[in-house]
C-alpha cells in the first residue's frame, strides 16, 4: 500500500488529470462542471465489493470496463448509481430536474456513461503512462447493470485497485461515481517508483 507522502502526491497527479477532464465533460453536457475528487484510497481485492456498493441500498448500479494494454497494463472500473444517471441524462437533455419515474432510453443513458467512464479513465491512466514514458492501447469498453462489481472479470488478474470516489458538480446537481483502477503487484509497484520519481523532481 502506498505510504502517505505518495499518496498525497498521487492525489495531486489525479486533481491535475481531472482538470481537462471537467474540461472535456463541460463540453459534453455544455454546462459548467467542476470535477471533484474527494477521496482516493489504495485497496485489496478482497475489499472492492464492499467499496463499490457504499450508498446505493443494494441497488443495481451501472458498470463500465475498459482494460488498457501495453508495457503497462490493468483495468479501468466505473461505477454509477442509477439516480446518479438519471441526473446526467437530465442534464442532458437539460430538464429543469430529475422526475424517478421518468423514463430515459436505456441505450442512451449506456452510451452518456461509457462517454463519462471513458473522459475520467482515460485522463488518469494517461497521467500514469505520461510519468512511466509509455504507450498503452485501450480495448473497447463494456458496460453492464449489476449488483456487483467484478461479475465478469478474472479476480486473480489484479491484486491492487486504486479507488477514486469522484463528484462532478454542476448549478443544481450532482453526478456521484467510483473509478477502479486495477493493477498487478508488479503494475502497481513501478507506479509508485514513477511517482517517487515525480516528488524528487518537485
Same mark, same amino acid.
Given at each position: 500500500?502506498?505510504?502517505?507522502?505518495?499518496?498525497?502526491?498521487?492525489?495531486?497527479?489525479?486533481?491535475?488529470?481531472?482538470?481537462?477532464?471537467?474540461?472535456?465533460?463541460?463540453?459534453?453536457?455544455?454546462?459548467?462542471?467542476?470535477?471533484?475528487?474527494?477521496?482516493?484510497?489504495?485497496?485489496?481485492?478482497?475489499?472492492?465489493?464492499?467499496?463499490?456498493?457504499?450508498?446505493?441500498?443494494?441497488?443495481?448500479? &451501472?458498470?463500465?470496463?475498459?482494460?488498457?494494454?501495453?508495457?503497462?497494463?490493468?483495468?479501468?472500473?466505473?461505477?454509477?448509481?442509477?439516480?446518479?444517471?438519471?441526473?446526467?441524462?437530465?442534464?442532458? &437533455?437539460?430538464?429543469?430536474?430529475?422526475?424517478?419515474?421518468?423514463?430515459?432510453?436505456?441505450?442512451?443513458?449506456?452510451?452518456?456513461?461509457?462517454?463519462?467512464?471513458?473522459?475520467?479513465?482515460?485522463?488518469?491512466?494517461?497521467?500514469?503512462?505520461?510519468?512511466?514514458?509509455?504507450?498503452?492501447?485501450?480495448?473497447?469498453?463494456?458496460?453492464?447493470?449489476?449488483?456487483?462489481?467484478?461479475?465478469?472479470?478474472?479476480?486473480?488478474?489484479?491484486?491492487?485497485?486504486?479507488?477514486?470516489?469522484?463528484?462532478?458538480?454542476?448549478?443544481?446537481?450532482?453526478?456521484?461515481?467510483?473509478?477502479?483502477?486495477?493493477?498487478?503487484?508488479?503494475?502497481?509497484?513501478?507506479?509508485?517508483?514513477?511517482?517517487?520519481?515525480?516528488?524528487?523532481?518537485?
Amino acid at each position: 500500500m502506498m505510504n502517505e507522502e505518495l499518496k498525497d502526491a498521487f492525489g495531486e497527479l489525479i486533481n491535475i488529470s481531472f482538470g481537462s477532464a471537467a474540461a472535456m465533460i463541460a463540453d459534453l453536457f455544455e454546462s459548467f462542471a467542476t470535477l471533484k475528487v474527494p477521496d482516493i484510497k489504495v485497496i485489496a481485492m478482497s475489499e472492492i465489493e464492499t467499496i463499490v456498493m457504499e450508498g446505493s441500498d443494494n441497488q443495481e448500479i &451501472y458498470i463500465t470496463g475498459q482494460q488498457f494494454k501495453g508495457n503497462f497494463g490493468g483495468e479501468v472500473v466505473f461505477a454509477i448509481d442509477k439516480k446518479s444517471a438519471g441526473n446526467m441524462q437530465t442534464l442532458i &437533455y437539460s430538464a429543469k430536474e430529475f422526475d424517478e419515474t421518468q423514463a430515459f432510453d436505456d441505450n442512451e443513458v449506456e452510451q452518456s456513461i461509457l462517454e463519462i467512464s471513458n473522459i475520467i479513465g482515460s485522463s488518469c491512466v494517461g497521467k500514469f503512462v505520461e510519468l512511466l514514458k509509455e504507450d498503452v492501447m485501450f480495448s473497447p469498453p463494456t458496460i453492464e447493470l449489476s449488483q456487483r462489481l467484478l461479475s465478469g472479470l478474472d479476480k486473480t488478474r489484479f491484486s491492487q485497485i486504486i479507488v477514486i470516489r469522484t463528484v462532478l458538480e454542476f448549478q443544481d446537481m450532482k453526478i456521484v461515481g467510483r473509478l477502479f483502477i486495477m493493477f498487478n503487484n508488479e503494475m502497481f509497484g513501478r507506479l509508485e517508483k514513477a511517482i517517487e520519481t515525480f516528488i524528487e523532481e518537485l
